[in-house]
C-alpha cells in the first residue's frame, strides 16, 4: 500500500486511475479544481482542491506522498490556442518533488509526444500536427522536463483514448522500433499506471500503450 498523490483526477484518465489505486489498496490524495465533484467515496480517498499551476497546492499536496501520478489534460477548444499547462505544472511538480519529495513520478503524456513522433505514419502526420501541434509541442516540453530531472520517472504513451471496459489486453511498446498509433481505453490506461505504483520495470522507460 502507497500513499498516491494524483494530479488531474476529477476527470478522464485521472479519474478513473483514482478508482483503480483505490481498488487496489492504495491511499489517494485527489487533487483537483473541481475536487470536491470527484465522484467517488471511500475511507482512502483524500480530494483537495487545488491548482496544478500553482507551487504552495503542489507543495502541500505532497507531504507524506510516496508516489504522485500526473494526468493532465485540456478541452477540445483549448486545443486551438497557445498550450502550455502540461509544461508549466510539470515544471512546478518536479521542483517540488526534488526539493522535497517524493521521488517516484509516473506521468502520462501520449504517443505522438517526444521522439514518439518520429513514429506517426506520414498519412497521419499533417491531421496530427494542425489539430493536436499546440498540445503535443508541449507535452515534447513536459517530457524533456521529466526526463532532464533526478525523479524515478515513468512517461506513458498511451494511443488515442476511448470510454471502453478495462480488459488488460493492451500492449506495451517499450521499444522506438515497435512505436506505433492505435486505440486504448482509459481504463486499461490507468491499469498501466496503476500498476507502476509498485513495479518498477519501467523506471526511466516511455511506453507506448495501445491494443
Not at 518520429?118 to 508541449?138: H, K, M, N, T, W
Amino acid at each position: 500500500m502507497a500513499h498516491v498523490l494524483i494530479i488531474g483526477a476529477s476527470k478522464g484518465i485521472g479519474l478513473e486511475t483514482t478508482r483503480q489505486a483505490l481498488e487496489g489498496g492504495h491511499q489517494v490524495r485527489a487533487l483537483a479544481r473541481s475536487a470536491a465533484a470527484i465522484g467517488l467515496s471511500n475511507p482512502s480517498l483524500e480530494k483537495v482542491r487545488g491548482d496544478a499551476l500553482v507551487k504552495k497546492d503542489i507543495e502541500a499536496a505532497l507531504d507524506g506522498i510516496d508516489v504522485v501520478i500526473q494526468t493532465l489534460g485540456i478541452s477540445l477548444g483549448d486545443l486551438f490556442r497557445p498550450v502550455s499547462l502540461f509544461s508549466d505544472a510539470t515544471r512546478t511538480l518536479v521542483g517540488a518533488m526534488e526539493s522535497q519529495g517524493p521521488k517516484r513520478l509516473i506521468c502520462v503524456t501520449g504517443f505522438g509526444a517526444g521522439d514518439s513522433r518520429e513514429s506517426i505514419s506520414c498519412l497521419q502526420r499533417v491531421p496530427f500536427q494542425l489539430v493536436f501541434g499546440r498540445a503535443y509541442d508541449d507535452k515534447s516540453v513536459q517530457e524533456r522536463l521529466i526526463k532532464s530531472s533526478s525523479l524515478d520517472w515513468t512517461i506513458a504513451r498511451p494511443g488515442v483514448l476511448t470510454g471502453g471496459k478495462r480488459t488488460g489486453l493492451y500492449k506495451i511498446l517499450d521499444k522506438p522500433s515497435q512505436w506505433r498509433n492505435g486505440m486504448i481505453s482509459r481504463a486499461d490506461a490507468a491499469e498501466f499506471l496503476v500498476r507502476q505504483i509498485d513495479d518498477r520495470s519501467f523506471v526511466g522507460g516511455t511506453p507506448v500503450l495501445v491494443y
